[in-house]
């Protein structure tokens, strides 16, 4: 990028590769120089936990507030009731009021840990749209903010018009995701005063809709910021493991399992994760990703650990590290280790071992779990696993056993 920003914010960003479009990149930086900038990402409460693929804007927050500027944490109390269409095949299941309120409040626990909450200039605050959705009056909302809105520019975004040449369904009531999402915008603009949206690249076309009802209400400049969409190198969806989306929270994905999905990192993206996940300097993050053969995995442990010790703390990256060294340095079991606990009914019974592997995730199915043996991929106790039909019993588990699958991933099976 050609232009040299005078904020740190901007600096910062560009530097470690978070942006990918901005609508006013000179403007923006000029505002942030003149004092503090609020701005807002938007989350939607579809699940009790953020996942590795919120974590980019997640660290875009922290990295604003870092510089001097107000984080504000848009939870999608009101438009998790419609659901977002962005990019997706089917219309998303709706949640009753309870269950999203629930998955705020787990969501929380994770901000937490990333910013700074409180009342100060620079704090970071929680909002909820349903604050101003849930009590909008039909009528008056078609009349003040419908009427801005063009349907013919609204089919063109990207996000509705896959759908559409895909001839799958619209509901009506998605398309009005948009437009809610436009309001949130100018909402936090009038009570809070936020100057700034930020989000991945797929939420340009709300975002641009956001800035352009504000313009025509408010009559005033706001600004959009996107970060890129990532992938890692082989082309897979940042955030995806073997065993499914990668948790934040601890009590949904351990903490020991969270650092061995960063420790597995591919070697042509340790660098550029260091950037955008860590807050190491960017020179020595460019050294580390230079590295190269049996080098490279020293720096993917300090990507793993620095990464852990922000989400879980620094104790928790030295117990995942530990246990990881006393598994792969040393064939012992490690007490971090995820777990498999068999009742005294089902391990008198017995438990195929490619069923074992399944509920350990190290597999995705029965039909997986015996391929990753038949193929020489799955080892028991360290030994080579032939026998995809193998029953383990109570007589078997007088000391945990330990699964692993490739050379990595690894789980305990342990009597209850």
Known sequence: MSYQPKSEFLRIIIERGFLADCTDLQTLDDRLMAGVVPAYIGYDATAQSLHVGHLLNIMLLRWLQKTGHKPITLMGGGTTKVGDPSFRADERPLLTTEAIDGNIASMKQVFAKYLDYGDA????IMLNNAEWLDHLNY???????????????????????????REQSLSFLEFNYMILQAYD???????YGCLLQ?????QWGNIVNGIDLTRRVQDAQIFGLTTPLLTTSDGRKMGKSQGGAV???????SPYEFWQFWRNTTDADVGRFLKLYTELPVDECDRLGALEGSEVNAAKVILANEVTALC??????????????????????????????????????????AQLFVRAGLAKSGKDAKRLITEGGARLNDEALTDAGLMIKAEDLSEPLKLTAGRKRHALVALD
Do not use: Y
């Open 247 to 253: 948790w934040l929270n601890g009590d949904m994905l």
């Open 121 to 124: 200039p620079a704090d970071a």
């Open 185 to 191: 915008f100018l909402e936090i603009h009038r009570r």
């Open 312 to 353: 879980h703390g620094a104790e928790a990256a030295a117990a995942a590290e530990a246990t990881a060294r006393a598994v792969f340095e040393q064939g012992g079991t490690g007490d971090d280790l995820p777990r498999v606990v068999l009742s005294a009914q089902e391990a008198a019974e017995g438990v195929s071992v």
């Open 139 to 165: 009528l008056e909302f078609l009349r003040d903010i419908g009427r801005h809105f063009s349907v013919n520019r609204m089919l063109s975004f990207e996000s509705v018009k896959s759908r559409i040449d």
């Open 198 to 202: 930020m989000g991945g690249s797929d």
